[in-house]
Structures are given as structure tokens and as C-alpha cells.
Nanobody, 123 residues
Framework: QVQLVESGGGLVQAGGSQRLSCAAS????????VGWFRQAPGKEREFVGV????????AYADSVKGRFTISRDNAKITVNLQMNNLKPEDTAVYYC????????????????WGRGTQVTVSS
């Protein structure tokens, strides 16, 4: 079973950038699809993007397309979420999770989750 830990959250000004990482332990990402989700207070958890570990193919929610980039680091066995041009509405707890389903955009399609990392964007 894979365990996931997110890191890199914090406070950033609007227009700034931040990079989150999702580290795996217990087993590698292997054939998993690694997704990023976020949840703002009082809102449902929403899909941000996903990467297929085996071949680097990515997909993003429309709200972050062009601003966020997901990449993998084979050496560190991490999946990174580079967030640029951040907006106050990007404020949320960000989670990584893994799924065997490609392009799954609903939380219930993901099997294992990290505990999340808070990102706060000030205006």
C-alpha cells in the first residue's frame, strides 16, 4: 500500500508561485495515476490535475490550465505541482491521491490520499 505525504504549502501573494510535492512511501507510484485535488472551506473537494506516472501524460481542470503544471521526479519519487500566477480563489488545502483509473476527476475514484497541505493566497 502506498502512503502519500504532501509538502510545500504556505502563504503566498496573489500573482506569486508555489510548488507542492507529493512523496510516496511503502511502494512506488508504479502504474498509478497521481492526482491533485483541493478543498476550500465550505466547498467540496475538487479536481486540479493528474499525471500518469508511467508516461508523463497530464490533464488539468479548466480553472488551473495554463497556470499549474504537474511533473514527476523519478529520482525523488515525487509528483510536483507547480502553481504560477496564483489567485486568492486558489486558497485551499491541496491533496495528492492515486488511482488506477486514468483521467478520473472525482475523489471517490482515488484509493489512497495524503493528509493535505494548506495553500493561502493573499490579495
Amino acid at each position: 500500500q502506498v502512503q502519500l505525504v504532501e509538502s510545500g504549502g504556505g502563504l503566498v501573494q496573489a500573482g506569486g508561485s508555489q510548488r507542492l510535492s507529493c512523496a510516496a512511501s511503502g511502494r512506488t507510484f508504479g502504474s498509478y495515476n497521481v492526482g491533485w485535488f483541493r478543498q476550500a472551506p465550505g466547498k467540496e473537494r475538487e479536481f486540479v490535475g493528474v499525471i500518469r506516472w508511467s508516461n508523463d501524460i497530464t490533464a488539468y481542470a479548466d480553472s488551473v490550465k495554463g497556470r499549474f503544471t504537474i511533473s514527476r521526479d523519478n529520482a525523488k519519487i515525487t509528483v510536483n505541482l507547480q502553481m504560477n500566477n496564483l489567485k486568492p480563489e486558489d486558497t485551499a488545502v491541496y491533496y495528492c491521491a492515486v488511482s488506477n483509473l486514468w483521467l478520473a476527476r472525482t475523489p471517490d475514484s482515488y484509493e489512497h490520499w495524503g493528509r493535505g497541505t494548506q495553500v493561502t493566497v493573499s490579495s
